[in-house]
């Protein structure tokens, strides 16, 4: 649904109510409930933003991005024809829209009111690291009638000192820090006040690395380091557990056969496990059913961005390249939705130490990662794999770095776009564009404004265009410059 269209609808609703408050009790269903608990709204959007992040955003788009994996032609993200994500845009609006109605409905304190507003902090990040400037000062202010709503500069969205998103995260941790409140409907962390502290001050790592280009001060980065209240553990990951039945099963293992197929091993994760000789490469992928059938398993991955005439040209035997493993496709709760993990904050505060950022010791950081990692999906780290050449942090600052940031490439597969984010920012690790892409040998930076910003709010669109230098895939953010 439309930003726009989420406003007219909530304000109809509102003027509606007020119509009948004077009716008589006689004119009420005592069997029809007259209000939504803000439990359930707060469930509806934990679920609704998390699968889609997982799903369509990671595993289906990032997935490409990131050269998880590779496909023959029917997602043509592969190639680099991005489009502008509308639905996702819409989506994060919406739910937006209805974590800031919550404060409307009874039973909300502030327990509630800082849980949403970290939630909803999360929700700008997607907007501005997806698209670049995007309406937020005025972006959910429906009770003042602006349904033409300003965009904001990234970097007043993220560093404002008043409402920026690392304020709003501080100030949102702080509040559930001192509230006695308490909330139900937390699906991602059991109503434990303790974890939502710890995942805003995660993902205050999390941003402060991204806008690191940007910044001259990390004092606040060591501090959130140094404070212990990070995510502790894979205890503390942001996921949800995919279930059983239906409907709350990982799509994949309903989607058609040729979701499944299309989605095959990349050449590049390829040739990144197997120079690490990582068992991690059985937990994502399967060997090849051609190398099966002749009793000789073997991965194989595709060549991004190719098309189906460049695969046949090329004599690519589809049935001769792996695809995801069984833990994706043959069970419906093999895998969580996913926000953030444990291993991610540990990466950052690997490099931010390798950087010289923040004080500590990287190896400890970047060894506490990978083995959170393998844990999370059950794989065992090989007694010798700390001391490989590949993987061992005993080089260079440059060169410890790429092994720190492709690691924690690796790590991202299937949240969201967070591996694109950091590739884009990094440069690590380098990604090539595929032979037959369509953007000129340019890897993508951006999705397009959808094409109904362009009607509704056309003059705030056309000088956010001007400010970021074009609505095109390849105009950069403020904090990859």
């Known amino acids: 649904m439309k930003p726009i269209q989420v406003y007219l609808l909530l304000i109809m609703s509102l003027l509606a109510l007020s119509c009948t408050e004077d009716f008589e009790d006689i004119n009420d269903n005592p069997n029809a409930p007259q209000e939504v608990s803000p439990e359930f709204l707060l469930t509806n959007v934990i679920f609704e933003q998390i699968n889609e992040h997982t799903?369509?955003?990671?595993?289906?788009?990032?997935?490409?991005?990131a050269q998880f994996n590779a496909d023959v032609e029917f997602e043509r993200i592969d190639r680099y024809e991005l489009g502008s994500n509308s639905g996702y845009w819409d989506m994060i609006y919406g739910l937006l829209t209805d974590l800031e109605s919550m404060k409307e409905l009874p039973g909300y304190n502030?327990?509630?009111?800082?849980?949403?507003?970290?939630?909803?902090?999360?929700?700008?990040?997607?907007?501005?690291?997806?698209?670049?400037d995007v309406p937020y000062t005025?972006?959910?202010?429906?009770?003042?009638?602006?349904?033409?709503?300003v965009y904001d500069t990234q970097e007043e969205i993220y560093t404002n000192s008043d409402d920026g998103l690392l304020a709003r995260l501080e100030a949102a941790a702080?509040?559930?820090?001192?509230?006695?409140?308490?909330?139900?409907?937390?699906?991602?962390?059991?109503?434990?006040l303790n974890q939502w502290i710890r995942f805003a001050n995660s993902l205050q790592v999390r941003f402060r690395l991204r806008i690191s280009n940007r910044l001259t001060d990390f004092t606040k980065l060591q501090e959130l380091a140094d404070g212990g209240q990070l995510m502790q553990s894979n205890a503390d990951n942001a996921v949800v557990p995919y279930l059983s039945a239906a409907p709350n099963q990982f799509p994949l293992f309903n989607a058609s056969e040729g979701i499944y197929q299309g989605l095959k091993m990349s050449e590049t994760v390829e040739n990144q496990l197997k120079e690490w000789d990582d068992p991690r490469l059985g937990v994502?992928?399967?060997?090849?059913?051609?190398?099966?059938?002749?009793?000789?398993?073997?991965?194989?991955?595709?060549?991004?961005?190719?098309?189906?005439?460049?695969?046949?040209?090329?004599?690519v035997d589809l049935n001769d390249l792996s695809i995801l493993s069984d833990r994706f496709r043959a069970m419906p709760n093999g895998v969580d939705a996913q926000i953030m993990l444990y291993s991610e904050v540990q990466f950052a505060l690997a490099e931010a130490t390798e950087r010289g950022f923040i004080s500590g010791n990287a190896n400890t950081y970047y060894q506490n990662a990978i083995e959170?990692?393998?844990?999370?999906?059950?794989?065992?780290?090989?007694?010798?794999?700390?001391?490989?050449?590949?993987?061992?942090l005993n080089g260079s600052t440059e060169d410890n770095l790429e092994k720190i940031l492709t690691q924690k490439w690796l790590s991202l597969f299937m949240i969201g776009h967070e591996a694109w984010f950091n590739v884009r920012r990094t440069g690590i690790p380098e990604l090539t564009p595929g032979p037959d892409n369509f953007n000129n040998d340019r890897y993508p930076v951006r999705y397009l404004y959808p094409e109904s910003e362009q009607a509704v709010n056309k003059e705030n669109y056309e000088t956010a265009v001007e400010r970021i230098g074009g609505d095109n895939i390849n105009s950069t953010n403020w904090w990859e410059n």
Request: charged share 20%; proline share 4%.
């Open 110 to 132: 502030e327990a509630y009111d800082g849980v949403a507003e970290i939630y909803k902090v999360y929700l700008f990040s997607q907007l501005t690291d997806m698209w670049g």
């Open 372 to 392: 959170a990692h393998f844990d999370y999906y059950g794989a065992t780290v090989p007694d010798d794999y700390f001391m490989r050449e590949a993987v061992a």
């Open 138 to 149: 005025e972006a959910i202010q429906f009770d003042e009638l602006n349904f033409t709503p």
């Open 174 to 192: 702080f509040q559930l820090e001192n509230t006695s409140e308490s909330i139900s409907g937390d699906i991602m962390f059991d109503n434990d």
């Open 284 to 315: 994502f992928f399967k060997p090849t059913p051609k190398s099966v059938l002749v009793g000789a398993p073997e991965f194989k991955g595709l060549q991004n961005g190719l098309s189906t005439q460049s695969i046949s040209e090329n004599g």
């Open 55 to 65: 799903y369509n955003q990671g595993l289906r788009l990032n997935n490409y991005l």
